[in-house]
């Protein structure tokens, strides 16, 4: 089997295809919320605790000079990515809870009886022709 046949036959398994398609979607709910979170949330947060915009919270470590940047440590980005994270753990943790009470519910409702047997099928049969004999 050649390298490119092997290949084919990996990637289109169904958990690889499943995992690609989780993958892309994931990244575009992470996108959503990180939206949510510095346009939606977080200004008006910053408003109540009197006008701080989170993305310019920062310590200066070390002073801008002529031939390098400000050392900065970003906390106030660190906070918001925080966010990102509760939200994205909370939405995920919700779905997965909604998916176990549906796998939960499936598996309690009560399977069908088995179909009797041949020779219990034809002992009815008969028990049934003797009460109607006599």
């Known amino acids: 089997m050649g390298m490119m046949s092997e290949f084919k036959s990996f990637a289109m398994r169904g958990n690889v295809v499943d ?4 993958i892309v979607i994931g990244g575009a709910f992470g996108k959503i919320v990180s939206s949510f979170v510095n ?4 200004p008006p947060v910053g408003m109540l605790i009197g006008g ?3 993305n ?6 070390k002073a801008a000079t002529e031939e390098a940047e400000a050392v900065t440590l970003k906390y106030g980005a660190f906070i918001q990515t925080l966010l990102d994270f509760v939200i994205i753990a909370f939405a995920i943790f919700m ?3 909604v998916m176990n009470s549906m796998k939960k519910k499936e598996e309690e409702k009560p399977a069908a009886p088995p179909k009797p047997s041949a020779e219990v099928e034809l002992l009815t049969e008969i028990r049934d022709s003797l009460k109607n004999n006599n």
């Open 19 to 22: 995992m690609a398609v989780g």
């Open 39 to 42: 346009d939606v949330l977080m």
């Open 52 to 54: 701080v915009d989170f």
């Open 56 to 61: 310019d919270l920062a310590i200066v470590l």
């Open 95 to 97: 779905v997965v809870k």
